[in-house]
């Protein structure tokens, strides 16, 4: 196989790492995170099928402001979850 | 025990429907009609190199115009349903980043907001446009929020150029259908020398609203979301 595939396969095998995790991991954080890693290498993997527009928007939209708004969104509820047991 | 038979049955349809488009695929050799016509006429016709763009601002435009619909909607939900919760309470103040960040923060956020909109300006010509941009836009309000996570944007510059910016992309496309072939046609400005930063006709103009509105409700958005907003 020529370099390319190979490269090719490596990102292929990441993004089904990341999406493994994303389902699989118990912190919820750590899942957000590797939801966001396996949106880093789908755009890499689209700029390998020379789709440059989708890739742009997949890195910052997916991996990027998709992430921050999850984290965002984790942070505010956690604290109204905790008030109504004490 | 039926709910696993359920499960094992969809998922072999699943492999059945999947099978055909695995199983038989043949790699294309030619483009099919409409792509065709695009790729071979869409230079002439509309003047812009990145095909792509022509397709999105020009031939398929009133999509993207619901596109931009869509964001807008969620942007004002967003903005009601938190607002409506409460989300104004500033119960503790944030920790500041450390020292490293906010300077490397104070550094590249200019850049990142002149990368921008180098991509929005720069739709028609390479890789990008309108939403690529305001998302970048978007990733610099971030970084600012990560950073000094007390600042605040000023709501009433942000809806003033959203809401110019979607009146301006309507606007043009409804001069579209006054003075070129239809709504949203790009021909109302005149196509310019191929390649310049100023030509492809009002696809540069187009991209430049769509890329202040996604660039100002996405930063709207990741405010609501970091809380205590105005």
């Known amino acids: 196989m020529d370099p390319m595939a190979w490269l090719t396969l490596l990102v292929c095998v990441a993004i089904l790492v990341g999406a493994l995790a994303a389902v699989s991991l118990d912190n919820i954080v750590s899942a957000v995170i590797a939801a966001g890693l396996t949106s880093l290498f789908a755009s890499v993997s689209y700029v390998i099928l020379s789709a440059p527009d989708v890739a742009m928007t997949e890195a910052s939209i997916g991996s990027g402001l998709s992430t921050a708004i999850f984290l965002y969104a984790i942070n505010r509820t956690r604290r109204q979850e905790h008030d109504p047991d004490e | 025990m039926a709910k696993r038979l359920l499960i094992v049955l969809t998922l072999i349809l699943l492999a059945f429907m999947f099978w055909d488009v695995a199983g038989n695929y043949v790699e294309k050799t030619a483009l099919e009609a409409l792509p065709g016509r695009y790729v071979a006429q869409g230079p002439d016709e509309l003047g812009a190199p990145n095909l792509v763009t022509a397709v999105v601002v020009t031939y398929r435009g009133l999509d993207t115009l619901g596109e931009v619909t869509v964001l807008f909607l969620s942007a004002i ?111 109302v400005l005149p196509l310019g020398e191929y390649g310049r930063l100023f030509s492809a006709g009002a696809i540069p103009v187009i991209y430049t609203f769509i890329g202040l509105k996604v660039g100002t409700e996405l930063s709207a958005v990741l405010e609501r979301f970091k809380g205590n907003a105005p």
Do not use: C, M, W
């Open chain 2, 77 to 187: 939900a967003v903005g009601l349903l938190l607002t409506l919760g409460g989300g104004t309470d500033a119960a503790e103040p944030p920790k500041r980043a450390s020292e490293i960040v906010e300077t490397a923060v104070e550094y590249l956020f200019p850049i990142v907001i002149l990368l921008g909109v180098y991509i929005f300006a720069n739709g028609h010509l390479t890789p990008g446009g309108g939403f690529q941009g305001g998302a970048v836009i978007a990733s610099a309000t971030l970084l600012l929020f990560l950073s000094l996570p007390q600042s605040r944007l000023r709501h009433g510059l942000l809806s003033a150029t959203e809401s110019l910016s979607g009146f301006g992309y309507v606007v043009i496309g409804v001069l579209g259908i006054a003075l070129a072939g239809g709504f949203l046609d790009n021909r």
